[in-house]
């Protein structure tokens, strides 16, 4: 039976069958067979129904599937057994590491749900070569923890304490220091993968290349990736500083500037719709906060706290019906400010351990049950264009959300990776990302509302060239939109010889 | 607030001491609730719910301020918390100091001194202790009789963790707080770099928000290291004393609990208990 098209928005999914959005479930044949193959060589399968339930659904709480049976990672040999297995009797297998996906690309529909936070121990740091050699479960705060304890830290990681390193690299990871050292994914050297049909295999740039180049910005296509090697650096807390707009045109305009100039070492934009927009920068050393002191702090056109403060209080006093917009923004400033200014992060004006503190932020202020945050993904001259026209959508949609913005710096020798990835083909020298999350809070919307607010997001990309950095699971009607038939087809081509029987993380991509 | 109101977040594993021994979210806050989501009961979680220490490191982790030690112990008993409320009326300073304390004469005697003013308690009420951490039932009888002296006190200190949470809601009037915090004031100055202080967890994770900035501004004053993860939040020693000092330099470990001194005996380290150090 074919599902209508979308009552919201019907012109969303002009061309996409809506079935295609939505995962069927598996439906068992050769379960049986499989759970016998997989405990014969010792692997332990959980089927309880609770089980199995811990795994029901991602971070955006609007994809919901059981898996058959539940497999904690050990070791990379349990896994090859596992995924030999799978090929043999053509059982699914969704890999999942800390499940912050948020169009169900992490929850199995029917067959093994592999739980990669099994293998999440440290196993090297090399302090002179500034490397860590890590289990690939393991959560980006738990190697920091680690690394701190020899005054190290890794280069870039999502700003959320809960993402893992394998699924990471898997698909990106933007950091605020991202403008200036990449994506997460651009620091792996080296990694230990599992191929879809169980071989355990080492690559890299320089070894096994092409392995390497698929499953890195890879969505899990082209094998499990058990072990990484990274690069490390020298722990640095860092001075952050504020920067107020009313105008978005005006902030990414400075933002970009203060990228191409390398004016500080983090650098992004976090919004209260578009009516409180905050330029963040922030510096590892005095050197080069004094650097901007003198040199840019001239040419960037934001406002302090209290001149902003006074803007806006004049705005809405001249604009008294808008009184519920100017307390909502007032008490979200109240809880939000606090919070990334807490006293225990903070030392002699130092932010340390942003991630803590940005991560128990966006936990607080804006997680909950269900979330959506549809994206795109720019060249720099594009950006502004796509972020004007993706609030279009939110204000359409949401009296209340946020943008965040922030600059990829790319690798030019990196290229193989980002073929049919988050990095937008057209862009040079910077990619620039932005993520448009409505605040939910506790009303219920319908799936398909949801969906629609996606939906339009996404065909603002597909009209601009753009990319997504979730365009797995339920957006993956939108793959063959953005990158075309010759290049989807080219991927599928490899992955059914690396996959013959499809069954690694199926319905996120292929 | 229950498990149903758990956003999956998972920042709990992050803190658990149970999960960084086994790598299994089935025996962490976020498994239990997301399994009871789906329509697990009761005897389902037995072996994740017997299996926690109670330490309450997932309840300052946690974004939507989940009460997630009360929720295993009533998955565990069956029953909500007891719920006594005595009123306090002497001006007495007690100490109760816990069955590890109250075997060490000399150091009981050392912590009574830096206490000024502080008697001990007639009753420590370990049973009651054991109960909160088992499950099993205490009669209101022995919860009277066992708060009766106590409110005669205006001032309480507690050396077990899991107590101190409870007193503080039977006898909520009172002042009541743990013997780190306690000996803080008197022992602080001699803390040094190259000193791990050990914090009794459970004491120091029920009232998070309110002690980290001492905490945090004791060590920024002496550069001593503490068992504070990136989230400042206590890791607790039980099962993971190892990996408190893993790629860590230490010369001294400095504990509150006496009880946890001897999980680091590996270490060949001098392990004082902070009385000592006065």
Not at chain 2, 58 to 85: I, K, N, Q, Y
Request: contains cysteine; proline residues 4%.
């Amino acid at each position: 039976m074919s599902i209508g098209p979308d009552h919201v928005a019907p012109d969303a999914l002009v061309g996409i069958p809506r079935q295609r959005t939505n995962a069927g479930r598996w439906v068992a044949e050769g379960w049986s067979a499989f759970r016998d193959s997989v405990r014969a060589q010792g692997v332990e399968l959980l089927e309880d129904a609770a089980t199995r339930g811990i795994f029901a659904t991602d971070a955006g709480g609007t994809a919901y599937g059981l898996p058959h049976g539940v497999v904690i990672a050990r070791t990379a040999t349990q896994v090859s057994a596992l995924l030999k297995a799978a090929q043999a009797h053509r059982v699914p297998v969704t890999v999942r590491g800390g499940g912050l996906t948020t169009e169900g690309e992490s929850v199995a529909y029917g067959g093994v749900l592999l739980d990669m936070t099994g293998m999440s121990n440290v196993l090297q740091v090399d302090e002179k070569a500034l490397t860590v050699r890590t289990q690939a479960g393991i959560f980006w705060s738990a190697l920091a923890e680690r690394l701190r304890r020899q005054g190290l830290d890794y280069l870039s990681a999502p700003l959320n304490l809960t993402s893992s390193v394998g699924g990471t690299l898997g698909v990106g990871g933007i950091d605020v220091n991202s403008p200036h050292l990449g994506c997460s994914a651009d620091q792996a050297l080296a990694l230990q993968v599992v191929t879809p049909t169980g071989e355990i295999v080492e690559c890299s740039d320089s070894q096994n290349a092409e392995l390497f180049h698929r499953v890195i910005l890879g969505y899990g296509q082209f094998g499990v990736i058990t072990e990484a090697t990274l690069r490390v650096r020298r722990y640095q807390a860092l001075r952050m500083r504020y920067f107020y707009y009313v105008s978005l045109r005006a902030a990414i305009a400075d933002l970009q500037m203060l990228d191409a100039e390398e004016a500080s070492d983090y650098s992004g934009i976090l919004t209260m719709m578009d009516k409180a927009i905050t330029l963040l920068v922030a510096f590892d050393t005095d050197e080069k906060e004094k650097r901007f002191d003198q040199v840019f702090l001239g040419r960037v056109h934001g406002a302090g706290e209290a001149a902003f403060a006074l803007r806006m209080a004049v705005s809405y006093a001249m604009r008294p019906w808008r009184w519920r917009e100017a307390l909502y923004l007032y008490r979200r400033k109240s809880v939000l400010f606090p919070e990334f200014r807490r006293p225990e992060f903070h030392r002699e004006g130092k932010m340390h351990d942003r991630t803590v503190v940005f991560s128990r932020a966006v936990w607080k202020h804006w997680g909950g049950r269900q979330m959506v945050i549809p994206d795109l993904a720019t060249s720099a001259e594009k950006f502004i264009e796509a972020v004007e026209r993706g609030n279009d959508v939110c204000r359409k949609y949401f009296r209340y959300y946020t943008l965040y913005c922030v600059g990829i710096k790319l690798r030019e020798d990196h290229r193989p990776h980002y073929e049919l990835s988050c990095i937008p083909p057209d862009a040079r020298g910077r990619a620039y990302g932005c993520e448009f999350e409505p605040m939910l809070g506790d009303a219920v919307y319908s799936r398909d509302m949801l969906q629609s607010f996606k939906n339009e997001i996404y065909d603002v990309g597909v009209e601009l060239g753009a990319s997504y950095y979730r365009f797995g699971g339920m957006m993956k009607g939108y793959i063959r939109r953005v990158f075309g038939d010759q290049l989807v087809e080219h991927h599928l081509t490899k992955k059914r010889a690396a996959d013959p029987a499809m069954i690694l993380n199926p319905d996120v991509v292929f | 607030m229950s498990h149903h109101d758990c956003s999956g977040c998972g920042l709990c594993l992050l803190v658990c001491p149970v999960w960084h021994g086994s790598r299994d979210v089935r025996l962490t806050p976020k498994g239990r609730a997301r399994a009871i989501q789906h329509g697990a009961t009761r005897e389902d979680l037995a072996a994740s719910v017997d299996g926690c220490t109670l330490c309450g490191a997932c309840e300052p982790a946690c974004p939507e301020e989940l009460p997630l030690v009360d929720m295993v112990m009533e998955l565990r008993s069956g029953r909500t918390f007891p719920a006594t409320e005595v009123r306090t009326q002497g001006k007495k300073k007690l100490l109760l100091p816990g069955q590890a304390l109250r075997a060490e004469p000399d150091r009981l005697a050392r912590t009574l001194a830096l206490l000024e003013g502080y008697e001990l308690a007639p009753d420590d009420g370990m049973d009651i202790v054991t109960a909160l951490e088992t499950g099993a039932p205490i009669t209101d009888e022995r919860l009277a009789a066992f708060l009766a002296p106590l409110a005669l006190a205006r001032q309480i200190v507690v050396a077990e963790g899991l107590l101190l949470r409870a007193l503080r809601r039977w006898l909520a009037d009172a002042s009541i707080r743990g013997i780190g915090e306690a000996l803080l004031p008197a022992i602080g100055a001699n803390l040094r770099a190259g000193d791990l202080y050990v914090i009794a967890s459970q004491a120091f994770n029920c009232d998070q928000p309110r002690l980290i900035a001492r905490y945090d501004s004791l060590r920024s004053s002496s550069g001593c290291e503490m068992n504070l993860d990136l989230q400042r939040i206590a890791m607790p020693v039980a099962g993971q004393a190892r990996w408190i000092l893993e790629g860590r330099s230490i010369e001294r470990i400095v504990v509150e609990d006496l009880s946890e001194r001897a999980a680091f005996d590996f270490a060949g380290k001098p392990v004082l208990h902070l009385a000592e150090l006065a």
